[in-house]
């Protein structure tokens, strides 16, 4: 086996990949994810937790509505049914895979090729469209300006709208992408986390104030004694492939980051918290893979920026890094697998209209 020989294609199809026009190859590539995933409709958990609770708007009368920016913005729009609830989300699903090249563009100037295989390694795609109908494309279209945009403008935008749609699960998620500015020594990445942690918990604070006018003491704390049993279990029978479902194909990229630090000790610490924060809020929330990939989104975009950022040093390993990713997204298994739900979908819309 001629290793140079290899060496050399790899490198020249990893360079011709990256010289792809980038609007083209992230198509290409979120297609992939789709045709890979399939996708699958939250119509019940829609019509039966969001839909009853937008009859009673302006009012906070069910816990989901601590996520207060998804139904006001329904509420504003005259939304009341599920099919319209659904159609507002898919196109705030379809506005933020439409922002990623542009904004990667900008903040990744000759390297946004890069930049987007390893955003389409996240396992944060599989999972919005698993869950299509469900509030998480306010979650992902905010992340991904806070985690992309150049100005500190677009990381207070970007954070309000992420957290407007679970500020209690964006808090945990910026207090991860924190810590792990600090003990990566992520220096760019310190005041981006600060700003999503202060804007999460403002929005908590502001989603409690409306419960409270509203004469709701429900929060989403107690929904978790409700799941805790349940999740526990699924939890014990599925965990190595919750390990897989935190990072997915980047998983190379996060350990490559972590085995870079000088600090043994920080490299170890760095590790404990990616994986223990994220299986903590996976283990005791009932949507697993879902919950694992929104939690673990800001701390992986910080991570990506970061790599990104250290390639423009050592250009010669890019070709490499990206074969090897879209080697690995192509085999790996993905964070959700919903062909399965698409035959009832057709059967239920088939039989709806025909």
Request: aromatic share 14%; hydrophobic share 60%; no cysteine.
């Given at each position: 086996m001629n290793t140079d020989l290899i060496?050399?294609?790899?490198?020249?199809?990893?360079?011709?990949?990256?010289?792809?026009?980038?609007?083209?190859?992230?198509?290409?590539?979120?297609?992939?994810?789709?045709?890979?995933?399939g996708f699958r409709s939250s119509s019940l958990g829609v019509s039966t937790n969001f839909i009853p609770a937008l009859a009673e708007m302006p009012n906070a009368t069910s816990l989901f509505q601590s996520g207060f920016g998804p139904f006001w913005l329904a509420f504003a729009l005259g939304i009341d049914t599920t099919r319209?609830?659904?159609?507002?989300?898919?196109?705030?699903?379809a506005s933020a895979i439409a922002l990623v090249v542009p904004l990667a563009k900008r903040q990744?100037?000759?390297?946004?090729?890069?930049?987007?295989?390893?955003?389409?390694?996240?396992?944060?795609?599989?999972?919005?469209?698993?869950?299509?109908?469900?509030?998480?494309?306010?979650?992902?279209?905010?992340?991904?300006?806070?985690?992309l945009g150049r100005s500190t403008t677009w990381w207070v935008v970007g954070a309000f709208i992420a957290s407007s749609a679970n500020p209690e699960q964006l808090t945990v998620a910026a207090t991860l992408a924190l810590l792990i500015a600090f003990t990566m020594k992520l220096v760019s990445g310190k005041r981006r986390a600060l700003i999503l942690l202060g804007v999460s918990i403002f929005n908590v604070a502001v989603s409690q104030l409306w419960f409270l006018l509203s004469g709701n003491s429900s929060n989403r704390s107690n929904q978790l004694g409700e799941l805790l049993e349940p999740s526990l279990y699924s939890f014990s029978m599925y965990w190595p492939l919750y390990v897989w479902g935190i990072f997915g194909v980047l998983w190379i990229v996060v350990l490559l980051s972590v085995a870079s630090l000088q600090s043994k000790?920080?490299?170890?610490?760095s590790l404990v918290i990616l994986v223990g924060i994220p299986l903590l809020a996976g283990a005791i929330t009932l949507d697993g893979f879902r919950v694992l990939a929104l939690v673990a989104l800001p701390v992986?975009?910080?991570?990506?920026?970061?790599?990104?950022?250290?390639?423009?040093t050592n250009k010669f390993t890019a070709p490499f890094i990206a074969?090897?990713?879209?080697?690995?997204?192509?085999?790996?298994?993905?964070?959700?697998?919903?062909?399965?739900?698409?035959?009832?979908?057709?059967?239920?819309?088939?039989?709806?209209?025909f």
């Open positions: 060496g050399r294609r790899v490198k020249y199809l990893g360079n011709r990949i990256l010289n792809v026009n980038p609007y083209f190859l992230w198509i290409v590539l979120v297609v992939f994810v789709l045709a890979k995933t319209e609830w659904i159609m507002m989300t898919t196109l705030i699903l990744f100037p000759g390297n946004a090729q890069f930049a987007l295989i390893l955003i389409a390694a996240l396992p944060i795609l599989s999972t919005q469209f698993s869950w299509i109908g469900m509030y998480d494309p306010f979650i992902f279209l905010g992340l991904i300006i806070w985690g000790k920080s490299a170890i610490i992986t975009l910080l991570i990506v920026g970061n790599f990104v950022d250290s390639i423009k074969v090897a990713m879209l080697f690995i997204l192509v085999i790996a298994p993905p964070a959700e697998l919903s062909w399965p739900a698409i035959g009832p979908i057709i059967i239920d819309f088939l039989n709806q209209y």
